[in-house]
């Protein structure tokens, strides 16, 4: 976490504000869908920013999803650190 509570949009100008977003990664034999990914929202485009250490979890958890070899994998997002 680096402290950037107050953000403004780079798109729109908009808000960001704090919340969870839904990931879909579409891999080529398997589509994974992880879900209650913290996220940063911008209330006004709906655009969604996640900082560095949430996306390390997010490969890790896209990586184990892959190796199940489904064609779609809903799963949930969690700390693997
Ligand atoms: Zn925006």
Redesign the pocket.
């Known amino acids: 976490m680096k402290g950037q509570s107050v953000n403004l ?1 780079p ?2 100008s ?1 808000k960001k504000k704090d919340g969870t977003a839904t990931f879909t990664v579409d891999l080529k034999d398997t589509v994974v869908v992880v879900r209650d990914v913290p996220a940063s929202v ?1 209330s ?2 709906g ?1 969604e920013w996640i900082n560095d250490d949430v996306a390390e979890d997010l490969e890790a958890i896209i990586d184990d999803a892959k190796k199940r070899q489904h064609v779609v994998e809903v799963t949930r997002f969690r700390k693997t650190a």
């Open positions: 949009c798109m729109c908009g911008c006004l485009c655009n």
